[in-house]
């Protein structure tokens, strides 16, 4: 038996989806009309019917979030929303609230988000008795933790593999609802964790100024993947529904290539879709927009997981500054590297602060900028946009073609076309046509035109004529058949798409005696009825609905204390401070930092606790 893979990739809008599918995605993530947890990424219904029609002639699925908690007065319209997703050849939903269990919905799987927080067996256990059909871990969870779960569950396990990290566990960061009435679970996120601190102790001490203290580097598994599948993901998720269509198709080439290469040496796997896509470029992960790269907690907690000095792109390092001069520079640039007018360059001064620029123009190798920045000698330096790279990108880059074989038969009537695709799927036309006796051999001239799939979704890899001694046929009637032939395969793919069905609830979800507060996320009567149906003694308000004054307003593995080397388990060093030590933005906000060692964890709370 083969396990299938599957690489995810995200879609800000229409076209970034129909390039992942494109670049080798073998399913999209999307936002929805409304309620997807990026508020600037909603789609049309009928921009999602098209990407759904486009992914499914490869089998590759379209999934659309709406992983936002929802309010009374918008239960109804979510509800109407799904049918109408539904409608359009959705695949599954990615969602949060549980009020999706008791609302009146058509047969659509449900996905559990990454705002559901699992990070334990157990949770992931009594998620698929609700009825969820796959589960987004945790991203801080490692090796171990992902076989734990594995053990405890049978549906597929998702789990990222790239992109932007959120300092919080997911569906657990209620700081930007706290500080400007901006929900991180309703998609608004105020990027409260990108901000600058100086960090305070008791004694009113600064012990460290004017740094991004929860700022994360960015996620790259590239060379876990392997790792991550013998533990138990079967879908990569890359993160990124903002992203522009430029970091889509490279990154999601990238990483069809690294996964493509595990499929290769394991007969034990296969790929969820099909069609091969062929990339007319060479990926480059580091020249996409990145802050510096980890994988995170894969392996226990270790220090390069932070990007204490700036959130923003650092990019590749190319070299360093040679010689200075008053309006430009020289540089000793890394083997094979050039660099071009337009480029986006970038360098750390002496206190980590970032400081990036754009190059005018090169000329002879001296390096003259828009605005002269204050570089010296030795100077290393990063590139976090290349020009060349990019006008790359806007060309197409990639053609994914379904594999098709053509088998042309003569009948009493005329002659039979089929066409059978690589999923395995079939279709026969018969075509009625005089028979006439050819004076030169035809095989050869019939495979060049039933072979001509030009801007069809298909290449014709095998044709095979079966016909009565040589038998002449016109070349614009073979093209004829192969259009009709490849337009009835193209109508029966779309129409025998198979799409996972949502199982039936179990009975054995209880929770009898729990009471469940404020970072449960429930804000309407049918996510707090379903709770209470099953047993539970007590269901609060989500904190968006209610402020509760002792809340959490983030839950981190992330630790300040580790990250600067005076963690009490793995350091054992005295500590320069007195505790309790909190966060000061520059007008003067402060959170205190509770450390909750038992747990290994770390949280921000509000200043009135």
């Not at 659509?108 to 067996?121: E, G, K, N």
């Not at 793995?570 to 030590?581: G, N, S, T, V």
Request: hydrophobic share 40%; glycine share 6%.
């Amino acid at each position: 038996m083969t396990h299938p893979i599957e690489l995810l990739c995200p879609a800000k809008n229409l076209e970034c989806g129909i390039e992942a599918i494109r670049h080798g995605a073998d399913a999209i993530y999307i936002g929805g009309p409304t309620h997807g947890a990026r508020a600037a990424a909603g789609n049309s219904l009928n921009d999602i019917q098209q990407l759904c029609d486009y992914a499914h002639i490869f089998g590759a699925r379209v999934y659309v979030t709406v992983n936002t908690i929802i309010y009374e007065h918008e239960l109804k319209e979510v509800e109407q929303m799904v049918w109408q997703l539904y409608e359009a050849g959705v695949d599954a939903l990615i969602v949060q609230d549980m009020a999706f269990m008791k609302m009146h919905l058509p047969p659509i799987a449900l996905h559990a988000s990454t705002q559901v927080d699992t990070r334990t067996p157990e949770k992931a256990a009594r998620l698929e008795r609700q009825g969820f059909s796959q589960i987004v871990l945790a991203r801080e969870l490692s090796i171990e933790e992902i076989k734990a779960i594995r053990q405890r569950v049978s549906v597929p396990l998702e789990g990222f593999i790239h992109g932007a990290l959120c300092v919080s566990y997911s569906g657990k960061c209620f700081v930007s609802e706290h500080i400007c009435h901006r929900s991180a679970n309703r998609g608004e996120c105020a990027q409260f964790c990108r901000m600058a601190f100086d960090l305070v102790d008791a004694r009113g001490e600064v012990q460290v100024k004017n740094k991004h203290l929860l700022s994360m580097k960015d996620m790259n598994r590239s060379a876990n993947i392997e790792e991550m599948i013998d533990a138990g993901i079967s879908s990569f998720k890359i993160e990124g529904r903002l992203k522009d269509v430029a970091y889509v198709k490279n990154i999601t080439a990238f990483y069809r290539k690294k996964i493509d290469a595990v499929l290769a040496r394991r007969p034990d796997l296969k790929r969820l879709s099909y069609g091969q896509s062929q990339i007319l470029f060479e990926p480059q992960v580091a020249k996409s927009f990145n802050r510096g790269f980890t994988d995170f907690f894969l392996h226990g907690r270790k220090a390069d997981i932070f990007s204490f000095d700036t959130p923003k792109a650092i990019g590749a390092p190319i070299g360093r500054v040679h010689r200075v001069m008053r309006q430009s520079f020289t540089t000793e640039l890394d083997e094979g590297l050039t660099l071009s007018a337009g480029d986006g360059l970038c360098f750390k001064q002496a206190d980590g602060t970032l400081v990036g620029f754009r190059v005018n123009k090169v000329v002879e190798g001296e390096v003259f900028p828009l605005s002269m920045p204050p570089l010296q000698r030795g100077t290393e330096l990063f590139r976090n946009y290349d020009i060349e790279f990019d006008r790359i990108l806007k060309r197409p880059t990639a053609i994914r073609k379904v594999a098709v074989t053509a088998t042309l038969n003569e009948t009493t009537s005329g002659f039979t076309l089929t066409l059978t695709e690589e999923g395995g799927m079939s279709i026969t036309q018969a075509f009625e046509a005089e028979k006439t006796e050819a004076r030169s051999p035809q095989h050869e001239n019939i495979v060049r035109q039933l072979s001509k799939t030009g801007d069809t979704p298909f290449v014709v890899t095998d044709v095979t004529v079966h016909t009565q001694g040589e038998r002449f046929i016109p070349s614009s009637l073979l093209g004829e058949w192969r259009r009709t032939a490849c337009e009835a395969l193209l109508t029966k793919k779309l129409q025998n798409h198979l799409r996972d069905l949502r199982p039936a609830t179990s009975d054995k979800v209880d929770f009898a005696g729990q009471t469940f507060d404020y970072s449960e996320n429930v804000a309407n009567s049918l996510a707090k009825a379903y709770y209470l149906d099953h047993g539970a003694s007590n269901v609060m308000p989500a904190f968006e609905v209610q402020h509760e004054r002792n809340a959490k307003l983030m839950t981190c593995r992330h630790c300040i204390r580790y990250a600067l080397g005076y963690c009490p388990t793995y350091h054992k060093r005295k500590a320069p401070w007195q505790e309790p030590l909190r966060l000061r933005l520059p007008n003067g906000d402060t959170f205190p930092l509770h450390f909750d060692c038992k747990n290994c964890e770390m949280n921000v709370l509000p200043e009135n606790n």
